[in-house]
């Protein structure tokens, strides 16, 4: 399917304006997400309705602490993502084309409905980075508002501001990453930058349910400084944002020891005195 936001330039280049990388493609070349293709001067959306994991999930699992506790959701990726962290829990389908079962917005809304009788709220957008599946997203949610479902996005919030505007017409609650709260670690570790995650996690929290989430990497985001100013800031923006803490564990290409669980209890101990709403993670 063709892309959404996106612009032509001279030579059959565009530029991708979904995210704030904006790659400048050109013709038959991939963006950094790997998902978008400069096609003869149109871009592609390769990876829509291509479906690589699906599931009924806890919704604790997104995780969403406070948002219809004890229900399931079901959930739904596909592949591809727009940051390339060192430390990505889930880069096999984030960093390569996997298997996939390609499916409609119709057929996706269907399994959804299917799943009431079985405590479902409605389909989280998850696994791998879901911006990467807006043109879907962007079909398929308003559809599950009409079955009387919610619309959950799983996201590292990574995105411009333009698209995030429409997604906030559809998404009921955020599940946002905030991989650090400086600049400086994400352009080491994940090739971007954290400024933009605040961004949408300040106009999601506007209209939204948001929850935020934050990998706790030793020896790189780990000090009760940090954590701090993370929280307090994240105070500012709303009091009542749940904050979830999580452990890490070696994945791809980060070879630390897993965080140790005395180091969450002590970040989290900082974070509350920010926070209302604080939780461990990964244990």
């Known amino acids: 399917m063709e892309a959404v936001y996106y612009k032509k330039v001279g030579g059959n280049e565009v530029i991708c304006r979904l995210c704030p990388h904006h790659c400048r493609l050109a013709n038959r070349t991939s963006g950094l997400c790997h998902s978008r ?16 994991s699906a599931a009924l999930d806890p919704v604790e699992k997104k995780p969403l602490r406070r948002f219809y506790p004890g229900r399931a959701i079901m959930s739904m990726g596909s592949w591809g993502c727009n ?5 990505c829990q889930n880069w096999q389908i984030s960093q390569k084309r996997p298997d996939y079962t390609k499916i409609t917005p119709a057929q996706a809304v269907e399994i959804a409905i299917q799943q009431k009788s079985n405590g479902n709220l409605g389909l989280a957008y998850t696994y791998n980075e879901p911006t990467m599946w807006y043109e879907f997203i962007c079909q398929t949610a308003p559809l599950i508002h009409c079955a009387g479902l919610y619309n959950v996005m799983v996201t590292n919030g990574y995105l411009e501001e333009a698209p995030l505007q429409k997604l906030l017409h559809y998404i009921d609650a955020w599940n946002i990453d905030l991989k650090s709260f400086y600049n400086t670690f994400y352009q080491k570790y994940c090739h971007g930058t954290a400024d933009p995650v605040k961004r949408t996690i300040t106009l999601a929290a506007a209209v939204s349910h948001v929850e935020v989430t934050v990998l706790i990497i030793p020896g790189a985001n780990d000090t009760p400084a940090e954590m701090n100013a993370l929280s307090a800031w994240l105070a500012a923006v709303r009091p ?30 900082a974070a509350r005195r920010h926070l209302r709403y604080v939780y461990i993670g990964n244990i």
């Open 83 to 87: 940051l390339s962290c060192s430390f």
């Open 240 to 269: 009542d944002i749940p904050l979830h803490i999580t452990r890490y564990f070696p994945q791809y290409h980060m070879t630390a020891p897993p965080t140790s669980v005395t180091l969450l209890q002590t970040l989290a101990a």
């Open 37 to 52: 293709f400069n096609d003869n001067g149109t871009l592609l959306a390769l990876n829509y309705g291509e479906c690589t």
